[in-house]
């Protein structure tokens, strides 16, 4: 395991990010797949990480909780010196028109992303100045912090917010070698869609189809890759073509 890349995947257990999870292993690194609470979904994770011929382990922390972030990662990193590759991918939805929004909903959907970015992106990024050459950063926005989305103000900032930060960053760690970029996917086949209007949706993507996790997956493998080393700083979306 030791001269393999490690990959961290936040939310890494379900949804894009398992697919992520899988795709990573694949491409030969030791795939770190983080979850929050759900522990069969990781377990099944990493059965299917080691389907794939890979191998990983699971890291159990709530990104969104500093001191939990901070005790977990320092353990991995004590363990794992460097990790190469960080997928910040942990997110949540709380859906709700602004005049109806509950003050935790607002802070949950912020805190998931934003303050999960900080509390998981400044450790890997201090252990990735070890080797810096290589190491890279992909972080999944959407459509809804580009756009944004009726119903989604504290989701669109959240995402926005993210595109900052990561556009930031790259500006930070450019000439160390290191590559920070982001994926905005549209509408992709997972738990987070299940109560999505899909009628009404899919008139707004013009391949008239949602996403599949692996779709998502297969661009953060390249942009994780070295075939991408020209690339930081962007935002590539994986939408069926909305604008
Ligand atoms: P899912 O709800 O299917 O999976 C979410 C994953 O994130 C789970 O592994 C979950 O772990 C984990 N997670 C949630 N909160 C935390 C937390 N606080 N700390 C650690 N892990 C956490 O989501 P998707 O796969 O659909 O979404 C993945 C990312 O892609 C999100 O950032 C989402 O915003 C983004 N996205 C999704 C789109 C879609 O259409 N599905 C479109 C655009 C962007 P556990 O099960 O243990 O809670």
């Not at 990983?56 to 500093?66: I, K, P």
């Not at 987070?192 to 297969?218: F, Q, Y």
Request: glycine share 10%; hydrophobic share 45%.
């Amino acid at each position: 395991m030791d001269d393999k890349k490690r990959v961290l995947v936040t939310g890494g257990s379900r949804g894009i990010g398992r697919a992520i999870s899988i795709e990573m292993a694949r491409a030969g690194c030791h795939v770190i797949i983080n979850y929050r609470s759900n522990e069969a979904a990781a377990q099944d994770a990493l059965r299917m990480v080691q389907e794939a011929g890979g191998d990983g382990e699971l890291a159990q922390f709530d990104v969104a909780d500093a001191a939990q972030t901070h005790d977990v990662l320092d353990g991995l990193l004590k363990k794992h010196k460097v990790i190469h590759t960080l997928v910040n991918n942990a997110g949540i939805a709380a859906d709700t028109l602004l005049a109806m929004m509950p003050q935790k909903d607002w802070q949950s959907v912020i805190q998931t992303s934003l303050d999960g970015f900080f509390n998981v992106t400044k450790p890997v990024l201090t252990s990735m100045l070890r080797v810096k050459k290589g190491c890279s950063i992909v972080t999944i926005s959407s459509v809804s912090g580009i756009t944004g989305n009726r119903g989604q103000t504290n989701y669109s900032a959240a995402k926005a917010g993210l595109i900052g930060a990561s556009k930031a960053l790259a500006q930070e760690v450019a000439r160390l070698g290191i590559r920070v970029n982001v994926v905005a996917p549209g509408l992709i086949e997972t738990e987070m869609i299940k109560n999505a209007p899909l009628d009404i949706i899919l008139k707004m993507i013009p391949m008239g189809r949602i996403g599949t996790p692996e779709e998502v997956a297969k661009l953060v493998r390249f942009l994780a890759s070295d075939d991408a080393s020209y690339i930081t700083g962007q935002v590539i979306s994986v939408n069926g073509g909305m604008v």
